[in-house]
């Protein structure tokens, strides 16, 4: 079994930053990806970042260069830093890692709201 924690969501004003961290426990200590995925009011699940176990990121085109994803394997925790917020960042933002085995498993969320 895997357990994810995120943390670092909050209230922020436009143009600020915030940085969500997502602890990875259990059974399984090393994983194909390790990803963030965003669920805006009345919008479906997205996928925001991603980052490979050889350390390869990938990011949705609307966070492009105002959002990094990183990881450290050795604490199994992998973090999004985003700066420059706007408002239709507003969002929960989730947790996900893949297995090797191709299996999935998510955190409960946390909400981040930009808002002035």
């Known amino acids: 079994q895997v357990q994810l924690v995120e943390s670092g969501g909050g209230l922020v004003q436009p143009g600020g930053s915030l940085r969500l961290s997502c602890a990875v426990s259990?059974?399984?200590?090393?994983?194909?990806?390790m990803d963030w995925y965003r669920q805006g009011p009345g919008k479906q699940r997205e996928l925001v970042a991603a980052?490979?176990?050889?350390?390869?990121?990938n990011y949705a085109d609307s966070v492009k260069g105002r959002f990094t994803i990183s990881r450290d394997n050795a604490q199994n925790t992998v973090y999004l830093q985003m700066n420059s917020l706007k408002p239709e960042d507003t969002a929960v933002y989730y947790c996900?890692?893949?297995?090797?085995?191709?299996?999935?498993?998510w955190g409960r969320g946390t909400q981040v709201t930009v808002s002035s």
């Open positions: 980052i490979s176990s050889g350390g390869r990121t």
């Open positions: 996900n890692v893949v297995t090797w085995e191709f299996q999935n498993y």
């Open positions: 259990g059974s399984i200590r090393s994983f194909y990806t």
